[in-house]
Each structure stands twice: as structure tokens, then as C-alpha cells.
């Protein structure tokens, strides 16, 4: 979005909690374990030694063929990595264990039911598993090395199964997020010309068998798809009521019998090979298939896991992500499996049938190395805040990924998940980055609740202001974030869309556009961020959830982490309304912690609280005390539907959110029982919410 001026966030409406500079410090016992304790990395990754710096993590992979140059920068901002390199990335997550660990579980994976039994699978088992199927995804589907396939799979062990198999042979693989409908899978389907569909009948979520093939009947739309091959929640048993179409759909657990005990080497795949599609979205309403490459992906994803997020063979590692997102591909399947860990797997949601569910599976099975996302902690806070202290776990390490986390539920993690005992690392991040791009180093670095630390190895961010002047750390004011220099993880291209690739990620800030020099084209994140003197990055929110109050740019996410310092709240969300004066205000909708009912007095202290926090520039319109926060089935808050009922806007389709219903209880609230009418509203907020 086009925003002219300056990108400042006064003082004043910094929230006092947000200039936290408290830090945490790792234990002895972590930093004497940990994988990169050695502050040598600093020297070694720092920009003069770019970009040699991450031969480091490429020595971290089996080649087949070794790499003859780092870097190629003759075709900006296609950048090309490890020039001339070959290998295979199924053989970096499987074969190359073997020998070691065949033994060792790859995966465990846990149903939902708590009376199915947990299942690991070794690497050895995993193997045969990839290789039986790799050669039916060739010889039944007729699969080959540069084909697209869209697998919509929830989260079951076919899922990463299906995923290495591709990659053992160069089939590019799409995953579609499970919870996403039909028509969603069926867009991206299109997209990317996949001529083979992957699903399954069904899943548990919710305490509910969930009919997920009946999605896959769309088929008006599902043009380019001539095969439905269709995993079997129970094999041998269908549990769906869509019928299965003659000639097209298959089950692959009954043509599988066929397969026992068959092989296919991994193919040896050039560097730059794709390794797949993960469709996101954009400002637009057409999602981007971002593309990742084997070599560079690769390299980063295996180098992260083992240096940040301190994995060892020996961990048990619980990601509790969707694999359908680019956490699950980076940090469930290629990062965690490229150094040989042992990767938890679950079906169903954090919540159910109780919030002492997660705590209950580390206890079972002894993981200790914990990753998730700030909503699922601040729902898991809200549902059971002292659950976590009836079950005897311990983790060394802990994630928390994908939005800013407020520091007041920072400090839950800490205390209460993390019984003190764990480190944090806040990862900031992308799809379209590959790997974590900002943390601090776990035990290098200390933490800063609220922080996601400085760049990573080898990625140098700067932040810039619209008039492209750099603003430097300390000086209290925000800017977009963008990174300096191409790294290894760095997405290849939009599939299929070079030209829009060009104009997302770097028109805004490209210095020279005739330029072969990699300096003259900053990466744009398309994130506000500010820079504490101590170097941290504090992130506030995509530049388009910014609000600009009388000239005064807010991020809505100090709006709502102010609001969280009020006891009885426990989920805030700030949308902003169209104002004939201050041009935007914001409004803000707030879910209360149980055991807490509405009232006059809570909405009232929460105004005074951010007036006091953040200035009374920051005060909310209104505040709206609602039953529950209309969330995606991914967990995350849906603002934009928020912004619709502010607005009197098209509340458009919600038929795919996790809690549809809740949409006309707030519209009532907010608007009154009759449909009034849509006002006009300017562009900008049309746009509002577009890349959830
Ligand atoms: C946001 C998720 C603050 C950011 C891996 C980014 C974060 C978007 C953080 C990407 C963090 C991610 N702190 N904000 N630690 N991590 N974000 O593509 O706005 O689903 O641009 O990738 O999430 O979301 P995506």
C-alpha cells in the first residue's frame, strides 16, 4: 500500500510495555548442550564474508554433486545459489540417516482420539514407505521429475510420506492447507496445472470425523486434474460419502499392495530445481505461488534447525504448526528431518478434547523441544492457564512464530509452558523467506519478550522510511523492514509470475533496476518494524494492518497488546473505522478470559489503559466485548471481517472460518439487528485484512 511521508511512531505511542528492554538469559545447562555456542559465528557470518558465510550450512547437506560458485547475481533478483551443485532433498531427510539411525523414530505421529494409539515411524520405515511410493506416484500416476502435484492432506503421516516421495523424484509438490475448502484447493489446482490430485476421506478435528474428500467434488473446477488418488484414514475402510468417480479416483493404500517392497533411487536434481509451490496471500485477491528451490531452501531450512532451533538427533521435536503452512514444510518435514530428529506429528486441535491437551502429549512423549504460534498460546492461555502445571515436561527450547507476541503473554510462555526452564526464540518470518530471517541465536543471544531479536546469520535487515531513508536502531521510530542482501532461502519466483515476483518484493525500494549488484536490491517484507538501540527488531504488524490516525501511524498490534495488560482480556483485535475527521480510528473487539462477563466498566478501563499506554491519539472508537474472536481455521484472527462490520462494509464469504456463526452475533452487536445498507467507504480500507 502507497503511503506518503514519514513512517513514524511517536513516543508516545510506543506502549510502555513494548519498550520492554528486560532481558532473559539462557541457562548454563542450555548454552553447554547447545548445537552453536560459539560466538565465532558472529565473525563468520558478518557481511564481509558474505556470501561465502553459508558454505557453513551448505556442508550441512549430502551433494551429490559439489557446488563450483556461491552466488550468481547476473539476473537480478533472480538470485542463483551454489551454482552447479546437485542433490536431492528426500535423500537429505531419509536415505542419508540410515546408516546411523534407521532405527530412530522420523516421525510420531498423534491421532486425535486419545484411544488410537500413537504411531513412530522409524526411518527405516519411512523409507520404504517414500520409496513404495515414489514408484506408484511414476508408474500408476505417471508422475515425472518437473510435474506439479496439489496434495490436500490434513495433518496424518501420508502428508510428509507423500511430500518426500515427490521430492525423491523432482515432482514439484502444492500443498493446500487442509482446512482450506474445495474451491480454495481447486484455484490453486489451476495455478499450477497439477494434473494429479492427493487427498484423504477423512480426519479427525474437534472430536469430529471430518468428510474431507467431499471437497474434491468440485469438479467443474478441477480442470487439469485427470487422477484423485485418495488416502484412507483407516485403509481398507472409507469413511467419506462423496462417491468415488470410475476412472479418475483411487484409493492408494488398496493399489499400494502392488509396490511392497519396491525402490527408486533419488534423482539427482540441478540446485535450482524446484522443490515446490506454497500458495500465500497477497494485497490481491489471487493467492501467490511462491517458489522454493531444492539447494538454497534446503541448505537454509538444515541450517536454521540446527542453530536456532537447537535440534539433536537425540530431541523429540513438537512443531505444533499445520504442515499446510511454511512452518510445517520447513520445521515438521525438510529442516527437522534434514538433521535427523524426531518429529512430532498431531491430528486435531490444541483445544481439544481439553487445553491440557499439548502439555498431555509432551508429558507422553517427552518432548523438549516446543514450537507454536502466539495464538495458539494466548488460546491456550485463556482456556487453561495452569494446565501446563499438571503435567510433568520439560522443554529446553521453545518457538514462537508467525505474529508479534504481546510481552504479557510472552511471559506465560516463559513461566508457566516453559516452567522457566526454556529458552525462546521469537522467529520472524515468511513463506515467501524459506527459514526464520530475525531471532536471536538461543544461547548467544538473550531474549526480550516481545522481540524477535536481530537478523539472523548472514542476513543483514535495514529499515527503511518511505522516502527510502534508512532509520537506524534506537531512534524510536518505524519503518518497512527489508533485508540488505539475497539469501540461500529466499524464495526463486511467484510460479508462474516473474514479473509480479519483481514488483511485490523489490519495486518499492530497487535502487537501480539495470543493476547487477546485489546491493541495489533490498528485499521489501512488506512489515513495519523499528529497531531498539540494542539492535532487536520489535515487528508491528504487515504494512497494511497499519493504521494511520491523524497522520499518526499505528501498529494495530501495540493497540492490542496494550489492551492485554488489562487482567480480564485475553484476545484483542483493532480494526480501523472510516473517520470524518482523523481521516482512520481504530476500533477494537476484545474476547475476555473466562470466568469474566461484559461489562461497562471493563470497556472502559481498557479505553483509559491504552490512553494512558499509548497517548489518547490511540483510543479506540469503540470497544466491542464479543464472545468470541471469527477466527480462520488456522487459528488466526480474521480482521478484515472485524473491519467489514466497522465499516458497514460486504462481509463477503466466511463460510471457511473456524466459527462462522460468531460473524452475525458481532454484526448485531455492532450494527443492530436490521442489514443496514453498505457505506461508502475510502479504497484503503477495502484492502484492509487482504493477506490474511
Ligand atoms: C508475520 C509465517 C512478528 C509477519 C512464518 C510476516 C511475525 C507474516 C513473526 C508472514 C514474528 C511472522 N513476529 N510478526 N516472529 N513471524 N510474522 O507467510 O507479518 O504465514 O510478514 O509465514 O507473519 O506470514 P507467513
Known amino acids: 500500500m502507497e503511503e506518503k511521508g514519514a513512517v513514524e511512531v511517536t513516543e508516545a505511542q510506543v506502549a510502555v510495555h513494548w519498550k520492554e528492554e528486560e532481558h532473559f538469559y539462557p541457562s548454563a545447562s542450555f548454552i553447554g548442550q547447545a548445537n552453536m555456542a560459539d560466538p565465532g559465528i558472529f565473525e563468520r557470518f558478518k557481511e564481509e564474508n558474505f556470501p561465502e558465510c553459508f558454505k557453513e550450512y551448505a556442508d550441512m547437506l549430502t551433494w551429490d554433486k559439489y557446488w563450483h560458485t556461491m552466488l550468481d547475481t547476473s539476473n537480478p ?218 539447494g538454497g531452501y534446503m541448505t537454509y531450512v538444515a541450517g536454521t534447525s540446527k542453530y536456532i532451533q537447537d535440534i539433536h538427533p537425540e530431541d523429540t521435536y513438537w512443531c505444533m504448526a499445520d504442515i499446510g503452512w511454511i512452518t510445517g514444510h520447513s520445521y515438521i518435514v525438510y529442516g527437522t528431518l534434514s538433521v535427523a530428529a524426531t518429529s512430532v506429528l498431531y491430528e486435531g486441535v490444541p483445544t481439544y ?44 527450547h521453545m518457538t514462537t512464530v508467525g505474529e508479534p507476541i504481546e510481552p504479557e503473554v510472552w511471559r506465560w510462555y516463559y513461566n508457566v509452558v516453559g516452567k522457566g526452564e526454556a529458552v525462546i526464540v521469537d522467529t520472524y518470518w515468511q513463506t515467501e523467506t524459506g527459514g526464520f530471517i530475525c531471532s536471536t541465536i538461543p544461547a548467544l543471544q538473550p531474549m526480550k519478550p516481545g522481540s524477535a531479536g536481530l537478523g539472523m546469520p548472514g542476513i543483514y535487515p535495514i529499515v527503511y522510511d518511505e522516502d527510502r531513508k534508512e532509520i537506524k536502531a534506537g531512534e524510536g521510530r518505524a519503518g518497512n523492514i527489508c533485508i540488505k542482501n539475497p539469501w540461500p532461502g529466499l524464495m526463486q519466483t511467484i510460479w508462474g509470475e516473474p514479473e509480479r515476483f519483481i514488483q511485490v518484493y523489490y519495486e518499492k525500494y530497487c535502487k537501480n533496476k539495470n543493476s547487477k549488484d546485489w ?94 499506554e499509548l ?50 452475533l458481532i454484526r448485531k452487536m455492532v450494527q443492530g439487528e436490521e442489514v443496514k445498507p453498505p457505506k461508502e467507504v475510502p479504497e484503503e480500507l477495502k484492502r484492509f485484512g487482504a493477506a490474511e
Open 519 to 612: 546491493h541495489d536490491w533490498p528485499y521489501f517484507c512488506g512489515d513495519a518494524a523499528a529497531q531498539t538501540a540494542d539492535g532487536y527488531y520489535r515487528f508491528l504488524g504487515r504494512v497494511d494492518d497499519v493504521i494511520n490516525v491523524a497522520g499518526h501511524r499505528l501498529g494495530t498490534k501495540e493497540l492490542e497488546s496494550a489492551a492485554l495488560v488489562v487482567e480480564e482480556v485475553a484476545e484483542a483485535a483493532v480494526v480501523p473505522v472510516a473517520d470524518e475527521i482523523k481521516g482512520k480510528v481504530p476500533d477494537m473487539y476484545i474476547a475476555l478470559k473466562p470466568g469474566y462477563t461484559a461489562s461497562k466498566e471493563i470497556g472502559d478501563k481498557i479505553k483509559r489503559v491504552i490512553a494512558t
Open 353 to 396: 478434547p481439553d487445553a491440557g491437551r499439548p502439555w498431555r502429549i509432551a508429558e507422553q512423549l517427552d518432548v523438549n523441544i516446543f514450537h507454536t504460534a502466539p495464538t495458539a498460546i494466548r488460546m491456550l492461555r485463556k482456556a487453561g492457564p495452569d494446565e501446563p502445571k499438571k503435567y510433568n515436561y520439560h522443554f529446553k
Open 615 to 664: 497517548g489518547p491519539i490511540s483510543r479506540p472508537k469503540n470497544v466491542y466485548i464479543v464472545p468470541d474472536m471469527p477466527k480462520t481455521r488456522s487459528g488466526k484472527i480474521m480482521r478484515r471481517v472485524l473491519a467489514a462490520i466497522s465499516n458497514y462494509m460486504d462481509i463477503g464469504d466466511v463460510t471457511t472460518l473456524a466459527n462462522p456463526d460468531v460473524v452475525e
Open 77 to 294: 533478483p533472480f538470485w542463483k545459489w551454489f551454482v552447479g551443485g546437485k542433490l536431492n532433498a528426500c535423500n537429505n531427510c531419509v536415505d542419508r540417516h540410515l546408516p546411523t539411525y534407521k532405527n530412530k523414530a522420523a516421525f510420531i505421529w498423534v491421532p486425535e482420539p486419545e484411544d488410537e494409539a500413537h504411531y513412530a515411524m522409524t526411518y527405516q520405515e519411512l523409507y520404504r514407505r517414500v520409496n513404495e511410493l515414489a514408484v506408484f506416484l511414476r508408474d500408476f500416476a505417471g508422475l515425472k521429475t518437473g510435474d506439479r502435484v496439489t496434495l490436500h492432506l490434513p495433518m496424518v503421516l501420508a502428508l510428509p510420506i507423500t511430500m518426500l516421495a515427490c521430492a525423491r523424484l523432482g515432482i514439484i509438490h502444492s500443498v493446500v492447507f487442509g482446512g482450506f475448502s474445495g474451491k480454495a484447493c481447486a484455484d490453486r489446482v489451476e495455478d499450477s496445472a497439477s494434473r494429479v490430485l492427493i487427498t484423504i476421506d477423512g480426519y479427525y478435528r474437534n472430536g469430529k470425523l471430518i468428510d474431507h474428500k467431499a471437497k474434491a467434488e468440485d469438479t467443474e473446477k478441477l480442470g487439469t486434474v485427470e487422477k484423485i488418488l485418495v488416502w484412507r484414514r483407516y485403509p481398507g475402510r472409507y469413511v467419506s460419502k462423496a462417491a468415488m468417480v470410475e476412472g479418475r479416483d483411487y484409493f492408494i493404500d488398496d493399489l499400494l499392495k502392488d509396490y511392497i517392497g519396491k525402490s527408486v533411487d533419488p534423482v539427482s536434481m540441478p540446485v535450482e530445481a524446484p522443490l515446490f509451490l506454497m500458495y500465500t496471500s497477497g494485497t490481491t485477491a489471487k493467492p501467490k505461488g511462491v517458489q522454493h528451490g531444492t
